[in-house]
Every structure is written in structure tokens, then in C-alpha cells.
């Protein structure tokens, strides 16, 4: 198993959801954008403030909540 991990700033996630693979068109992307989050390979050096940026962009808040809030210590980012 490899230990690689990938760290993405917001505005990453941002202009892949608003300019380049928006979810209706690409959601399997995203289902793996997902899972990679979840399990801890993709990271943000701002995890604790995704929620307070994304609000900018519509439909993003609730897919990241639903990736992000199950883990640890970002509960109390909402």
C-alpha cells in the first residue's frame, strides 16, 4: 500500500467544480475525488477553513461536508 498523498488548496477544488470538470458532467471524478479525501490522500493545508471558502460556490459546500465532515477535527469547522 502506498503511503503517497496529495495536498490541494481550495482554490483547486474551486476551479475544477466551476470551470473545469463541473459534477454533472464529470461525477465519477468526483465520486473518486471523494473517496480519496476520505481516506486521507488527497489532504488540504486549510481543512479547517474549506467550508468558510467554498460557500462562494454553489453545490460545493454540501459535497465537501458530506466527504469531509465525517472526519476528525472538522466538525467544528461549520
Known sequence: ???TRYCF?????IAAWDERYPIDT???LWEEVG???ASGVIVSPEE???LGLFE???G???WISAVVMP???LAAAR
Open 1 to 3: 500500500m502506498s503511503n
Open 9 to 13: 488548496d481550495t482554490s483547486s477544488f
Open 26 to 28: 464529470f461525477p465519477s
Open 35 to 37: 473517496a480519496a479525501i
Open 48 to 50: 479547517e477553513r474549506w
Open 56 to 58: 462562494q460556490t454553489p
Open 60 to 62: 460545493i459546500v454540501e
Open 71 to 73: 472526519q476528525p477535527g
